[in-house]
């Protein structure tokens, strides 16, 4: 079955401690990117890669890293989190450019992050 | 940064009636997609518009792209209980090797029987 998976579906945890949310994808896509849905302002882009070791920032990179060395995989690094990084997390993927008109974007079932 | 409003916020009506979501921008859009997503999932895309002026149907949906492609609709035709859901829409600007999108902050539905 095609999906984008993440891990872990939930996670609490405290300022300052680092962690990563996992993403893969079975789909052999080319395209991944990483957004946060906050109530009232929608879906951000964090980050999104075009490629293996191609990454590029969205709109609200500030407080994260990211990492493209295998096509399947895009983990999102929080080095230091802080409570304003609380909010649900997307991965997304696509074959080609998201948003292309033959390009289907596929999102995981989200992560939902608390950092007290 | 380009800014895509969505309207109505929040939308309650009764099985039957019809309705229509508006997604404006003033900027310029290479495409438009329209997505739903249920509590505790992500969206899934329904629509992808592409040139201006553009209508797609889906069923019970339909979709139009403004001729300009900063504005697009969404408009459902006898809703029913199982359009519930939020509905987004999402501009996407395409680079020579970049894309870049942008998403509305989502009209949530809900059909009572």
């Known amino acids: 079955e095609a999906q984008v998976t993440q891990n872990p579906r939930y996670l609490i945890t405290v300022t300052g401690k680092k962690l990563t949310v996992t993403c893969s994808q079975n789909m052999n896509h080319e395209y991944m990117s990483w957004y946060r849905q906050d109530p009232g302002l929608g879906l951000r882009q964090i980050y999104y890669?075009?490629?293996?070791?191609?990454?590029d920032k969205g709109d609200v990179p500030e407080g994260y890293k990211v990492s493209r060395k295998e096509k399947r995989n895009f983990p999102l690094i929080l080095e230091s989190p802080s409570p304003n990084q609380t909010s649900l997390y997307f991965c997304a993927s696509s074959s080609g450019l998201a948003g292309g008109p033959s390009d289907t974007q596929y999102f995981g079932p989200g992560t939902r992050l608390t950092v007290l | 940064t380009q800014l895509l409003e969505q309207s109505p916020q929040f939308l309650s009506i009764q099985e039957g009636e019809n309705l229509t979501v508006y997604c404006n921008s003033s900027?310029?859009?290479?495409?438009l997609q329209w997505y739903r997503q249920e509590p505790g999932e992500g969206p899934v895309l329904l629509v992808t518009v592409v040139t201006g002026g553009e209508v797609k149907k889906l069923k019970r949906l339909t979709f139009q792209f403004g001729d300009a492609r900063k504005d697009s609709s969404l408009h459902i035709t006898a809703a029913q209980p199982g359009d519930t859901g939020l509905y987004l829409c999402?501009?996407?600007?395409?680079?020579?090797?970049?894309?870049?999108?942008?998403f509305g902050s989502g009209t949530r539905l809900s059909i009572r029987p």
């Open positions: 900027s310029v859009f290479s495409s």
């Open positions: 890669s075009m490629n293996v070791e191609v990454t």
């Open positions: 999402a501009g996407a600007r395409h680079y020579s090797s970049a894309s870049k999108i942008i």
